[in-house]
């Protein structure tokens, strides 16, 4: 005997009326009673994005953008003689100020030349980190 046979034997096939007995059918409504739609009119989703956006502006985007004019003010007020701090906390007094780096002590006759970018804090100005002296 075939294999498909077989299998056509072992399961036999549904009557129609079994079929639709197992499907569910939606309930009925009244005739006055029409459920309704759920759907938001155009402006409360409109109202709800801008509201979002502000909140995004506010939070995030404008303490960034702050930020950097503050770091971009302090970047271009370096001048000769200022102790600095370097990204890689290194120390040290400028010596020598270019269009986008500095020269920069960090021992006697020990000069280094690095990026404006990495001076991340003007210790002269602020007076909060003093390199510890032996």
Do not use: C, W
């Not at 046979?5 to 129609?16: D, E, K, R, T």
């Not at 990204?87 to 270019?98: D, K, N």
Request: proline share 7%.
């Amino acid at each position: 005997m075939n294999y498909i046979n077989i299998l056509a034997q072992a399961a036999p096939a549904a009557a129609p009326a079994e079929a639709n007995a197992t499907t569910t059918q939606p309930a009925a409504t009244p005739a006055g009673a029409e459920a309704p739609a759920q759907e938001g009119s155009p402006l409360s989703m409109l109202t709800t994005f801008l509201l979002i956006g502000v909140i995004f502006y506010f939070l995030l985007i404008r303490p960034q953008q702050k930020q950097q004019k503050e770091l971009k003010a302090r970047q271009d007020g370096l001048k000769e003689g200022d102790k600095v701090i370097s990204a890689g906390g290194i120390y040290g007094i400028i010596r020598e100020v270019q269009q986008h780096a500095v020269k920069l002590e960090i021992a006697p006759n020990v000069i280094i030349k690095i990026d404006k970018i990495s001076i991340v804090r003007n210790v002269s100005k602020d007076g909060s980190a003093e390199p510890a002296k032996k």
